[in-house]
C-alpha cells in the first residue's frame, strides 16, 4: 500500500463522532479555513455542479447559533423533551469551538433541467451526495490536525433564524452542522458489521480491446464526451 493510500485510510479511522469538546481549538482559525477551502475546490460534484456551500462559525459566533438553536427547541418542544432531549445537547455543542455549516445551493441544477430532462429526478440525490463527501472531508480533515467532531442535524428547526442572522440565501438548503473543537477524551467504542457482508467484487474475463477498471470491470476505452458526468 503506498504512503498516500495509508495516510488516506488512517484519517478515515480517525474520523469518529467525539461529543466532549472543549471551546479551543488545536490549529489556528486561518488553517481550519485553509483546509475546509481545499475540500470546496477538490471534492466531486455531478456534472461539476459544484452545488455545496459551507459556513463556517466559530467561537462567539458558534454560541450565537446553538443560542439560537437553544431557543427554537425550547418554542417548538414540550417542556419534558426540551429539559430531556434539546437542552443537555444543545449545551454539550454550544461549549465547543465551531461550527461548520453545510449548504445545498439548488443554482446550478436548475440551470440544467432544460438539457437533461430526463435526469431531473436524480439532481436532489446528487447534490446530496455531493453534501455528503464535502462533510466526510472537512470532518476527517479537522480530526487530523487533533480536532474532535460529530455531525448534526437541526433543521428544519433553525434554518430560518439561521438565514437571516448571517444573511444566507434562503434557496439554499442547511443539510448538516459539523461540530468541532478540542477533544476532552477518546470517542465511544464502535462495532463494525463483517466487510463481507456489505462488500461483492466480481471479476470478469479480459476480452481484447476491453480494459479493466479499478472496480474489476471492463469497460470499452473511449474519450469522455462533452455530455458525460463529470467528476
Given at each position: 500500500?503506498?504512503?498516500?493510500?495509508?495516510?488516506?485510510?488512517?484519517?478515515?479511522?480517525?474520523?469518529?463522532?467525539?461529543?466532549?469538546?472543549?471551546?479551543?481549538?488545536?490549529?489556528?482559525?486561518?488553517?481550519?479555513?485553509?483546509?475546509?477551502?481545499?475540500?470546496?475546490?477538490?471534492?466531486?460534484?455531478?456534472?461539476?455542479?459544484?452545488?455545496?456551500?459551507?459556513?463556517?462559525?466559530?467561537?462567539?459566533?458558534?454560541?450565537?447559533?446553538?443560542?439560537?438553536?437553544?431557543?427554537?427547541?425550547?418554542?417548538?418542544?414540550?417542556?419534558?423533551?426540551?429539559?430531556?432531549?434539546?437542552?443537555?445537547?444543545?449545551?454539550?455543542?454550544?461549549?465547543?469551538?465551531?461550527?461548520?455549516?453545510?449548504?445545498?445551493?439548488?443554482?446550478?441544477?436548475?440551470?440544467?433541467?432544460?438539457?437533461?430532462?430526463?435526469?431531473?429526478?436524480?439532481?436532489?440525490?446528487?447534490?446530496?451526495?455531493?453534501?455528503?463527501?464535502?462533510?466526510?472531508?472537512?470532518?476527517?480533515?479537522?480530526?487530523?490536525?487533533?480536532?474532535?467532531?460529530?455531525?448534526?442535524?437541526?433543521?428544519?428547526?433553525?434554518?430560518?433564524?439561521?438565514s437571516h442572522e448571517w444573511?444566507?440565501?434562503?434557496?439554499?438548503?442547511?443539510?448538516?452542522?459539523?461540530?468541532?473543537?478540542?477533544?476532552?477524551?477518546?470517542p465511544r467504542e464502535k462495532?463494525?458489521?463483517?466487510?463481507?457482508?456489505?462488500?461483492?467484487?466480481?471479476?470478469?474475463?479480459?476480452?481484447?480491446g476491453l480494459d479493466r477498471?479499478?472496480?474489476?470491470?471492463?469497460?470499452?476505452?473511449?474519450?469522455?464526451?462533452?455530455?458525460?458526468?463529470?467528476?
Amino acid at each position: 500500500m503506498s504512503a498516500i493510500a495509508s495516510s488516506f485510510i488512517e484519517g478515515l479511522k480517525g474520523r469518529r463522532s467525539i461529543y466532549a469538546l472543549t471551546n479551543e481549538s488545536t490549529v489556528p482559525n486561518e488553517r481550519i479555513e485553509g483546509l475546509i477551502s481545499e475540500v470546496l475546490q477538490h471534492t466531486p460534484s455531478a456534472f461539476n455542479t459544484q452545488t455545496t456551500r459551507i459556513v463556517v462559525l466559530l467561537k462567539e459566533q458558534h454560541e450565537k447559533l446553538w443560542d439560537i438553536a437553544y431557543e427554537t427547541a425550547f418554542a417548538a418542544s414540550t417542556p419534558e423533551m426540551f429539559e430531556k432531549l434539546y437542552k443537555p445537547r444543545i449545551a454539550m455543542f454550544r461549549a465547543a469551538y465551531g461550527t461548520v455549516l453545510f449548504y445545498e445551493d439548488p443554482a446550478p441544477f436548475e440551470a440544467l433541467k432544460t438539457k437533461w430532462p430526463m435526469l431531473v429526478e436524480k439532481f436532489p440525490e446528487w447534490s446530496l451526495q455531493t453534501s455528503g463527501m464535502h462533510q466526510l472531508g472537512v470532518w476527517t480533515l479537522l480530526e487530523t490536525e487533533g480536532l474532535g467532531a460529530s455531525l448534526q442535524h437541526y433543521s428544519p428547526l433553525i434554518d430560518d433564524r439561521v438565514s437571516h442572522e448571517w444573511d444566507i440565501p434562503a434557496a439554499w438548503s442547511l443539510q448538516a452542522q459539523l461540530v468541532f473543537g478540542k477533544p476532552i477524551g477518546p470517542p465511544r467504542e464502535k462495532t463494525f458489521e463483517p466487510v463481507e457482508k456489505r462488500l461483492f467484487v466480481h471479476v470478469l474475463h479480459e476480452l481484447p480491446g476491453l480494459d479493466r477498471t479499478p472496480a474489476g470491470l471492463f469497460l470499452e476505452v473511449h474519450e469522455p464526451s462533452d455530455h458525460e458526468n463529470i467528476v
